[in-house]
């Protein structure tokens, strides 16, 4: 079973950047794309960003776009996550998914990924 694991959450002020990463426990499991999701109490699972495996193409939510910028280290087995300018509403708990067959429409969907990570809590505060 491959597992997922996130780093690099931890309290930070408005304005300040952050990087996660998640590295995943096998190099040759079946992954058409990895992303991001976040979570924040009281509230759904929602999408952030999301990094084609093969080509590197990626795709944002509206609220991140501009200010975070997903990559992956085909090596190191990673993907990371930049946060730049980070808000109080990005405050949540961020998940590592990859997902075997999701396909362009299928992305903001956390019903589309088959892997998931534990999450790492980001705190934005003022």
């Known amino acids: 079973q491959v597992q997922l694991e996130e780093s690099g959450g931890r309290w930070v002020q408005a304005g300040d950047s952050l990087r996660l990463s998640c590295a995943a426990s096998?190099?040759?499991?079946?992954?058409?794309?990895m992303g991001w999701f976040r979570q924040a109490p009281g509230k759904e699972r929602e999408f952030v960003a999301v990094?084609?495996?093969?080509?590197?193409?990626?795709y944002y939510a509206d609220s991140v776009k501009g200010r975070f910028t997903i990559s992956r280290d085909s090596a190191k087995n990673t993907i990371d996550l930049q946060m730049d300018d980070l808000k109080l509403e990005d405050t949540a708990a961020y998940y590592c998914?990859?997902?075997?067959?999701?396909?362009?429409?299928?992305?903001?969907?956390?019903?589309?990924?088959?892997?998931w990570g534990q999450g790492t809590q980001v705190t934005v505060s003022s």
């Open positions: 998914a990859a997902g075997a067959t999701v396909i362009l429409s299928q992305v903001r969907n956390p019903g589309a990924y088959n892997y």
């Open positions: 096998e190099r040759t499991f079946r992954r058409r794309a």
């Open positions: 990094i084609w495996w093969s080509g590197g193409n990626t």
